[in-house]
């Protein structure tokens, strides 16, 4: 790259913002070796995710850096949370057209915001000269045999969302600037921008699910699509009750169809889908008064896939064409 390679992650991302962003013990070896070296307790499993981020799929074309280094790394963590796993560190390998420093400022500023925000330390990564490509691999930790994957749910269990649906894609809309509500007061634009661009997993309400949820994931997506990946794994049906999707107050500026189409299959919203033991239902009126949006949208049975009650009986939906299908009914 025409700026030295070295000196660029030296000036960006080797630093403390990003390096001791949270509590570095685990950290043996950070930036500058071949590889990172971590120190793991021997109760601990290791989590690992990555996520890639492309221009025109991930983000719009038009984006504030700062806004996308923050986004690139919190969507990341959001797997972390769906697991039910704490972040211990992360690495970045970024492929950038030109060395343009007020981008790598400002990304590496978003960046690290988030870093602070989540706990995360950055530890290395790989710096390449091509297309915006920006990749991040996190790493967690959960006490051995208490991740929450997608398999587990049991015919009984309710179904539990962790916070509202649609905001993601209707923050996108504002993002753009299409579709939007003429009249929309600028709190609500600036609650949906923030909810596009900096998406807070859930990490607490992770942790709280540890052993309690029977199976889970993070709606990324779409609810939908994501419910289908419970259901499968668990080899259940999943009843999801249209009326008790929650929605922010932003979103009911939208036409009530395209709220619910948002909710439904939108994605973007990285809230936690869980499936929980009817024993375990007391635990909700704790979990929302400690401040977690917790609602029931619906609940675990025999057979497969994903049914979706509008108001005429739950119907089955098999992907976008069952969807499309159940629009039709609708209109
Ligand atoms: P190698 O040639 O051994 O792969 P590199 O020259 O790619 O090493 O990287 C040198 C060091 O800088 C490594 O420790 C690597 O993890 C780190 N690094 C490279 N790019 C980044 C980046 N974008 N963010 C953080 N660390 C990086
Ligand atoms: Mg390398």
Redesign the pocket.
Known sequence: MAMD??A??GR???TAQ?ERAADASAVVL???????LLQMAADQQLVISTDSLLAGIHFPERYPPAELGYRALAVAVSDLAAMAATPLAF????SLPAVDEPWLQAFSRGLATAAHDFAIN???????RGPLNIGVTVLGQVPNGQALARAGARVGDLLCIGGPLGDGAAGLAVVQGKNVPTGLPMAKQDYLQQRFWRPQPQLALGLQLRGVASAGLDVSDGLLADAEHIASASGVALHIDAVRLPGSEALAAWPELQQLDWMLRGGDDYVLLFTLPALAKPRIAHWRAAGHAISVIGSVHAGSGVLLDVGKGYAPLTGARGYQHFRSLDD
Request: charged share 20%.
């Open positions: 390679e070295f660029l992650i960006y991302f080797r990003l950070g930036i500058g070796d071949d590889a990172a690495t970045l390998a970024l950055l530890i290395g990564g790989d710096t390449t």
